[in-house]
T-cell receptor
Framework: DAKTTQPTSMDCAEGRAANLPCNHSTISGNEYVYWYRQIHSQGPQYIIHGLKNNETNEMASLIITEDRKSSTLILPHATLRDTAVYYCIVRAMDSNYQLIWGAGTKLIIKP | DTGVSQNPRHKITKRGQNVTFRCDPISEHNRLYWYRQTLGQGPEFLTYFQNEAQLEKSRLLSDRFSAERPKGSFSTLEIQRTEQGDSAMYLC???????????????FGPGTRLLVL
């Protein structure tokens, strides 16, 4: 599975959109981009996944560039409860069953 | 609550003791995964089950570690002769199975935090 690169940390003001970037320049055609987050001392929480089209659900939007070498997770109206470590993972289906995690981005939402 | 559950949530033990953790996956999920997470790091894969069959084990899973899923439902992870280096968060996840990204999405439990003194 391809590796990802994320900034170590980011700040965002409460109520604003939080945009979390992820580089995955070696992504293969059959690999999906997954995002999880982990609030302190809790298990990781699934957010969203996508292949090449932009995706949106009740939690977030995922924007994947046309060349698929990078993506951005958007939390449209960040709240204090969105403070967490956000992980971007790329994974092929029906092959490697395990998720390979980097260090993620520590997102701090400030009042 | 129909999410993944893990027990206990916290465990403190002395070096050399054995510990056992339990994971109850989301019902109808036939895949179950164990991960370990140390402070400041992302989770590391340990092992996974398809129904009751243990299909893969990481090299991180030394012979002191054993995992079972006897009836294809709940799973246990046992660590024998614990060492201080075993101190970590042990996470369990489950997924429906194979057949596309939605079915293969892993959902995690709250974890069991182990401290070996």
């Amino acid at each position: 599975d391809a590796k990802t690169t994320q900034p170590t940390s980011m700040d965002c003001a409460e109520g604003r959109a939080a945009n979390l970037p992820c580089n995955h320049s070696t992504i293969s055609g059959n690999e999906y981009v997954y995002w999880y987050r982990q609030i302190h001392s809790q298990g990781p929480q699934y957010i969203i996944h996508g292949l090449k089209n932009n995706e949106t659900n009740e939690m977030a939007s995922l924007i994947i560039t046309e060349d698929r070498k990078s993506s951005t997770l958007i939390l449209p109206h960040a709240t204090l409860r969105d403070t967490a470590v956000y992980y971007c993972i790329v994974r092929a289906m029906d092959s490697n069953y395990q998720l390979i995690w980097g260090a993620g981005t520590k997102l701090i939402i400030k009042p | 609550d129909t999410g993944v559950s893990q027990n206990p949530r916290h465990k403190i033990t002395k070096r050399g003791q054995n510990v056992t953790f339990r994971c109850d996956p989301i019902s109808e999920h036939n895949r179950l995964y164990w991960y370990r997470q140390t402070l400041g790091q992302g989770p590391e894969f340990l092992t996974y089950f398809q129904n009751e069959a243990q299909l893969e084990k990481s090299r991180l899973l030394s012979d002191r570690f054993s995992a079972e899923r006897p009836k294809g439902s709940f799973s246990t992870l046992e660590i024998q002769r614990t060492e201080q280096g075993d101190s970590a968060m042990y996470l369990c996840a489950s997924s429906l199975g194979t057949g596309g990204p939605t079915r293969e999405t892993q959902y995690f439990g709250p974890g069991t935090r182990l401290l070996v003194l």
